[in-house]
């Protein structure tokens, strides 16, 4: 049946990455997927739940409730939930409550401890509360393992759990132009395209823990580009060059990059604002480090990286966005970039 439906899906949605994903699972046989309702994802038919609405969380909670979707929301602080609440979303009392009236459920949380206790807790987790056929989908940067362990959970109860990080800041969840890494029942991933698509593009790239394995990876590429973008900017200001004009100077040429587009010109205005915490950033390289270790794998400048960023967090940074990296290397070389025209 599973196959049928995943062709029919693959006929009906052009999307090319989750074609291919519909195609992969016309060969899978999982208990999970065969279980998993195959309705139609409609605001007619599928009603949303999502936990967790900070930065991210929010707008792409948004993006949902202003398509039509039924939403329930759940935030541990329920005044950060008010917004979508104003809007026509329904505030939940716990993740339980919340995927208890829901078919998809959504989780966009900090850390990998509060993935698990927000997921699994057996009393106000949201797999005690969703029904057979639901689907949890976790796009919180977390443990590619406890991704795996989820999924496993899911299919015990019927369900199915899909591990569907982002990139692209707040930004990018405001604009609904996040790339999304997605990892699980491939099936599972093809039927959840109209809300991928609401959000950004989704990308199909394997089994459960996948997709927190590629967020991993562009985790650590942008890690030394940001090393790569304030060490120029230091080396600049030092050199007596105007930093703003060297900024839109390299910007068209090899050393230009999404770092630079979305924090050069917040460096140098002093605009330390999170799109992404610095300690988010910190957990995500050091889950980094902990999977480089377990694969006998040495990777020099995600060790950096980690360093500089955790030096931020001892100086109470952690509450900052990732380009608060450029007040660390000024306090190295005792120096601080001035504004343009100042």
């Given at each position: 049946m599973l196959a049928s439906i995943s062709r029919s899906l693959s006929r009906r949605r052009p999307h090319l990455p989750l074609a291919v994903a519909a195609a992969t699972a016309a060969m899978s046989s999982s208990d999970t997927s065969a279980n998993v309702s195959d309705r139609p994802i409609s605001p007619d038919t599928t009603r949303i739940a999502w936990v967790g609405t900070g930065v991210m969380g929010q707008s792409m909670a948004g993006h949902l409730l202003a398509a039509g979707y039924a939403l329930t929301v759940y935030n541990r602080t329920p005044s950060k939930a008010q917004g979508l609440v104003s809007s026509g979303a329904r505030l939940a009392d716990s993740p339980r409550a919340a995927a208890a009236s829901a078919d998809v459920i959504f989780l966009m949380?900090?850390?990998?401890?509060?993935?698990?206790?927000?997921?699994?807790?057996?009393?106000?987790?949201?797999?005690?509360?969703?029904?057979?056929?639901?689907?949890?989908?976790?796009?919180?940067?977390s443990d590619p393992i406890l991704a795996a362990e989820i999924a496993a959970?899911?299919?015990?109860?019927?369900?199915?759990?899909?591990?569907?990080?982002?990139?692209?800041?707040?930004?990018?969840?405001?604009?609904?132009?996040?790339?999304?890494?997605?990892?699980?029942?491939?099936?599972?991933?093809?039927?959840?395209?109209?809300?991928?698509?609401?959000m950004g593009t989704a990308l199909y790239m394997?089994?459960?823990?996948?997709?927190?394995?590629?967020?991993?990876?562009?985790?650590?590429?942008?890690?030394?580009?940001?090393?790569?973008?304030?060490?120029?900017?230091?080396?600049?200001?030092?050199?007596?060059?105007?930093?703003?004009?060297?900024?839109?100077?390299?910007?068209?040429?090899?050393?230009?990059?999404?770092?630079?587009?979305?924090?050069?010109?917040?460096?140098?205005?002093?605009?330390?604002?999170?799109?992404?915490?610095?300690?988010?950033?910190?957990?995500?390289?050091?889950?980094?480090?902990?999977?480089?270790?377990?694969?006998?794998?040495?990777?020099?400048?995600?060790?950096?990286?980690?360093?500089?960023?955790?030096s931020l967090l001892a100086h109470g940074e952690g509450g900052l966005g990732t380009q608060a990296l450029i007040l660390a290397i000024e306090r190295l070389n005792n120096t601080c970039l001035e504004k343009k025209g100042e």
């Open positions: 949380v900090g850390f990998p401890s509060d993935v698990r206790t927000t997921t699994l807790d057996p009393s106000t987790g949201a797999l005690a509360g969703l029904a057979p056929g639901g689907v949890l989908v976790d796009m919180t940067t959970a899911a299919a015990g109860n019927g369900c199915a759990a899909i591990d569907a990080p982002v990139s692209g800041g707040d930004r990018g969840a405001r604009n609904a132009c996040l790339s999304i890494f997605a990892g699980g029942d491939a099936g599972i991933v093809a039927r959840l395209a109209p809300l991928f698509k609401l394997g089994g459960p823990g996948a997709g927190q394995r590629a967020k991993l990876g562009n985790q650590i590429a942008i890690a030394s580009t940001m090393v790569g973008l304030v060490e120029g900017m230091v080396y600049a200001h030092k050199a007596g060059l105007d930093v703003g004009r060297w900024l839109e100077a390299i910007s068209s040429g090899a050393a230009g990059s999404k770092s630079l587009e979305l924090y050069g010109k917040r460096m140098l205005e002093r605009d330390m604002a999170a799109g992404f915490y610095v300690r988010h950033f910190v957990k995500d390289l050091g889950i980094c480090l902990s999977e480089c270790q377990t694969m006998g794998l040495a990777l020099p400048g995600l060790a950096l990286a980690h360093q500089l960023y955790v």
